[in-house]
């Protein structure tokens, strides 16, 4: 299967979404159990209490608790709007952020953030003209502390079909802001489930052809490519990488195959830093990551990190390189946007 293929199914009867590029699943989105409050999902929320050396509050939701990385000027028993930014890890509380974005295909309206800004990836002077005259007309009337950000997805295409995605955004912010931050704990805007998500996100560039009927991960490979990612990727040469999480963090662990030698060690690190952002996106794997490669002299590292970072650019899951430890493992942090594959699945 040649191209890119957005394909939805549901798993466990949860709505799922995969991205296939040439046969190879790419990405995957599944619905998070109900009770669970996704990345997205909009709040009415209570201020319980300041956590005094951690520079934040905990906050009532109207199921748990979530937690506010903000106490200044903030009361026990203020009501204020919070975006759900992450899952939260097992026994702790949601984060949340007050800053809300309205995200949709095209745009992003950015309540109490005014301006319009363009996606650096769409370079093309004339393109980049026309598309802030459309955000300009769409937005007009509207109250002043909302902006917009026109995402890469936008380029070529027609002003019409930009201005009603922004015009949904907008309507939707205006009637979020609308809701009075003080009264009782209350979601307000559900998160997008696994099939919007899919819509808003691979959309850039379109892919060729979206497969949506009962039963399609089977007819389709997606099963497969999914029961695969229970063992080691393969690498070039023989070699092979596993990520395993812990409690504590992800531990990944790069093979060289049957060549020990240092150029195949270099070699099957610089594959596996390239395989990273995949192998952890496809697992849900976030947190602490600790990656022990393989044996490789000090002065590669330099390379390697500049491999890794770029590999990690173009993941849509923020990633940090946080260094080496004194035993030459390389630490990486990464933001809980997902819940792991393993808990999604039904056992």
């Known amino acids: 299967m040649k191209g890119r293929s957005v394909i939805l199914d549901e798993i466990a009867g ?45 906050l009532r939701l109207p199921e748990g608790r979530a937690f506010l990385r903000q106490a200044k000027g903030l009361r026990p028993g203020q009501g204020l709007l919070v975006q759900v930014t992450g899952f939260a890890e097992e026994g702790k509380a949601v984060p949340v952020t007050p800053r809300l974005l309205f995200k949709s295909r095209y745009a992003i ?6 301006g319009f800004n363009i996606s650096r990836t769409i370079r093309d002077e004339d393109e980049r003209d026309r598309l802030l005259e459309t955000a300009h007309a769409a937005m007009a009337g509207s109250v002043d502390h909302l902006g917009v950000i026109l995402r890469s997805a936008c380029e070529g295409v027609a002003a019409e079909a930009v201005t009603e995605d922004i015009a949904i ?11 009075p931050a003080e009264g009782a704990p209350e979601l307000l805007l559900d998160a997008p489930d696994a099939h919007t998500r899919a819509w808003r996100d691979w959309s850039d560039p379109d892919p060729d052809q979206v497969i949506d009927r009962p039963g399609c991960f089977a007819d389709t490979g997606v099963l497969e490519a999914i029961d695969a990612l229970a063992g080691p990727a393969p690498l070039p040469g023989g070699g092979s990488v596993f990520a395993e999480p812990t409690r504590a963090m992800v531990a990944v662990d790069v093979n060289t195959g049957p060549d020990t030698s240092p150029a195949a060690g270099l070699k099957a690190n610089i594959a596996a830093a390239r395989a990273l952002p995949r192998l952890l996106r496809l697992g849900g794997l976030a947190g602490q990551v600790v990656v022990d490669f ?6 590669d590292r330099s390379a390697l990190e500049q491999v890794l970072k770029s ?13 080496w430890t004194p035993l030459g ?16 699945l039904p056992r």
Do not use: C, S, Y
């Open 14 to 58: 949860r709505k799922a979404a995969a991205l296939m590029v040439d046969g190879r699943l790419d990405d995957l989105l599944i619905d998070p159990p109900d009770d669970l409050p996704a990345p997205g999902a909009i709040f009415r929320a209570v201020v319980d209490r300041q956590m005094k050396g951690q520079g934040g509050v905990f």
């Open 109 to 114: 309206v950015t309540p109490d953030a005014p």
């Open 169 to 179: 955004m907008r309507g939707l912010a205006e009637d979020i802001l609308a809701e």
């Open 294 to 299: 393989a044996p490789m002299p000090k002065k």
């Open 311 to 323: 590999a990690f650019r173009a993941d849509p899951v923020e990633t940090t390189l946080v260094g």
């Open 329 to 344: 493992h390389a630490e990486l942090t990464r933001k809980r946007e997902r819940l792991p594959l393993a808990d999604l």
